[in-house]
Structures are given as structure tokens and as C-alpha cells.
Nanobody
Framework: QVQLVESGGGSVQAGGSLKLSCAAS????????MAWFRQAPGKERELVSS??????????TYTDSVKGRFTISQDNAKNTLSLQMNSLNTDDTAVYYC??????????????????WGQGTQVTVSS
């Protein structure tokens, strides 16, 4: 069982920055993918950004609304996943969750699915 603990959330004015961190209890490089999700009140959980492990280079993905403003990074030596968030706006207000994926069998295929989740950290952006 992997424990994920997020930190770095808080309250900030629009245009400000925050850096979220996710500390993992095990070797983060074992994860086939790592990601940040968020959930705003009354809305579904949304995938914000992910790092997908590939044979050659890891691939970073971002949802359109955060492209150019958020940067995801992974420090395998420290078992930490980070999310640098710049130019925050009120739409970024949500609870942010860290997630780690593991390979599993699914209908004869091997897929990478999110298996471990953190408790979340609140980010509040005021206008």
C-alpha cells in the first residue's frame, strides 16, 4: 500500500502562484504514471496533469485550461511529485489530489490504472 501525502495548498489571490507537493511512501519510479487531479464543489473530479512513464522519455500531459500555467515534475530521488501553479484564477479553486498508477490485467491486456490516492489539499483562489 502506497501512502501519498499532499501539501502546499492554501489561499492566494488571482494571478498568484502555489506549488503543490506529493510525498510518496515508496519508490515513486515504480509507478507507471503519476498525476494531479482536482475536484471543485459540485463538479466531477478532473485530471489536471500527469506524467506517463515511457520506455524512452516520460510524457507530461495537461488539461487545456492549465497549459502554459502549470508544470508537473517528479523527483524520483525524493519520491515526490510536484505541481507548480502560476497565474492562478478563481476557476482553479478546488481540492487537489495526487494519484499513482500501477500496471494491472484488464481483459487480457496490461493497463496502467490509478490505484493509490492522497487525501487532497485545498487550493482557494480569490478575485
Amino acid at each position: 500500500q502506497v501512502q501519498l501525502v499532499e501539501s502546499g495548498g492554501g489561499s492566494v489571490q488571482a494571478g498568484g502562484s502555489l506549488k503543490l507537493s506529493c510525498a510518496a511512501s515508496e519508490d515513486i519510479s515504480k509507478s507507471c504514471k503519476m498525476a494531479w487531479f482536482r475536484q471543485a464543489p459540485g463538479k466531477e473530479r478532473e485530471l489536471v496533469s500527469s506524467i506517463i512513464k515511457n520506455d524512452k522519455n516520460d510524457t507530461a500531459t495537461y488539461t487545456d485550461s492549465v497549459k502554459g500555467r502549470f508544470t508537473i515534475s517528479q523527483d524520483n530521488a525524493k519520491n515526490t511529485l510536484s505541481l507548480q501553479m502560476n497565474s492562478l484564477n478563481t476557476d482553479d479553486t478546488a481540492v487537489y489530489y495526487c494519484a499513482a498508477g500501477r500496471l494491472r490485467a484488464d481483459g487480457g491486456r496490461i493497463v496502467c490504472a490509478f490505484r493509490f490516492w492522497g487525501q487532497g489539499t485545498q487550493v482557494t483562489v480569490s478575485s
